[in-house]
């Protein structure tokens, strides 16, 4: 079985800090980590693996300072890393990084699954996943807490707002994960040794045979103009009394007020 | 000249970051608390890989460097300082079987020291000599081919452990010292007196008491008599080992002095933008940097088998007294509340204080490193 595991390269969120000056994030400085989540895909493709045989591969979009993120894949337990760098590929919304990511899929050839983190801690939009089934033309599961392999079906218990359903597939399958998938084991520093004598594959635009107008910010639908630290309002609280409905109608009438609505 | 860490180095911080985080501080009350560092949490230690840095991979250990070694303690004792410290302890003993071993000893004992199975201690000092090897009086007497061991040992960490003790006995005339690898708690060996310590709580300090306690001959590392010359190998070594959970431990006092003052507010505003506040911590970054630059130095000494023993002394001294410093000044930042158990510091405080005072006092390392550069 061969498990493609789509990997980002994100800023310890918790470390960013920013311009007293404009609000803005200030990146520089800020250590680098694999999201969260998607640590939690790698976890669970070792873990099918241990299980049912095959291989791993992991892939990122990024700079080349992505490629520690893969080293830290392969420590965890993947068997070849991808890096997809080049320029063309930078300010890529998540739409442009699903269509260069797919067609990377499409050229490492066959694969029984792919799986993602849920969403980026940076950006929180939870699309590139979903997005790369549409690329490929896969079934899509999303917010997976389970997965379960019978012969080539896949039953997952997909988390939804109130407890989950089981959604049951044939393979190939594009899945994303969740935390609550399972604990992410911190590599040892035996697989730390081994893994930085292994070599990342580094594939460019020309290696891909992508439509240029479609990668990097030329393909990309979504721009963004600022990034800044909302002011805090230290305004008086009120609490509403009254039933559903009534609170309804009050909130209504406080946003028609604030030139809300 | 590079200052830069490779990959490698980044990947191992952030491992035992995240192994300590994981492992280690859920459960650091209860080690507090209970004075006691589980077994698990050792063979944890020893599958991460960092009992065995730079040991040869055929002994079961990482193949890495000196440098290597001082990055991970220095991370594990900012996470935790009895943690760390057992770890360079334990080091102590796989250093002097590693360096001064037969192949026979090192494939005994290596494999178990690096793996967590058992851990090492090192027992030189009495309670009449810190490091004069003419005041040594636990004997060892040769009978057929074992020797016949009596006397006392003090002060020594991780004595109670099952594992191996570096021992160093009288063999003949005064300052005629032999080192032996033997097997604690068989017959014959006690440890009638464990001190109770004020830090480091978890890692058990101890006497040695030696009744007829039987070492075979092939247990001896190196010649008779060349104790001192094992001792003087190892403990060069021991001193910057220590110094790394030294850092380590300022490090965390920095840290905690950081986020007391950002977050602590006084007139509205953090305590952090107050001029006499920022001189403190100001002052507490630059020794920490200063410290991990000379630390790494003299371990990359010691990797190309250049370092002598005031070269180690220096890192030991500046190491220490700096953490002492250190913690003294992240206290201060705290003002009465870091006197309270509610807050880190004052463990750290406690821990680090332990630093200065062992693998040679501040005051001996002082003694070397003039006599060095003195010539006289």
Redesign the interface.
Known sequence: MHIIVCIKQIPEIGQLKIDPDNGHLIREGVPSIINPEDKNAIEEAVRLKEEHGGKITVMTMGPKQAEDALHEALAIGADEAILLSDDAFREADTWATSYTLSRAIKKIGSFEMILCGREALDGNTGHVGPQLAEFLDLPSIPYAQKIVMEGDIVKVDSATEDGYRVVETRLPVMITVTKDLNTPHIPTLFDMTDTFEKDVTVWRVDDLGVDKERVGIKGSFTRIHNLFTPVLFKESVKILEGNLNSICDKVVVILKKSNLL | MDFELT??Q???I??VR??GE?EIIPIENDIEEKNDIPNELIKKMG????LG?PVDKKYGG???SYVDLSI?VEELARINGAAAFMVAVNYLGVITIDHQGSEEQKAKWLPKLVSGECLGAFSFTEHSTGSDPREIYATAKLEGDQYICNGRKGFTTGATYDGPVILFLRTGEPGEVTAFVAEKNLDGYSTPTIWPLVGLRGMKVADIQLDNFKIPVQNRLNEEGKGFSVLLDTISVGKVDVSCAALGMAQAALDEAMKYAKDKTMRGKPIGTFQMVQNEIAEMAADVEAARWLLRRTMHLIDMKKATLADCAKAKYFCSKMADSVCHRAMTVHGGYGYSTEFRIERIWRDAKFCGLVEGNDVIQKVIIARDILGI
Do not use: N
Not at chain 2, 47 to 50: A, M, P, R, V
């Open positions: 990959k490698q980044e990947f191992l952030k491992t995240e192994f994981k599958k991460l890989g960092i840095i990482i193949g890495g991970a």
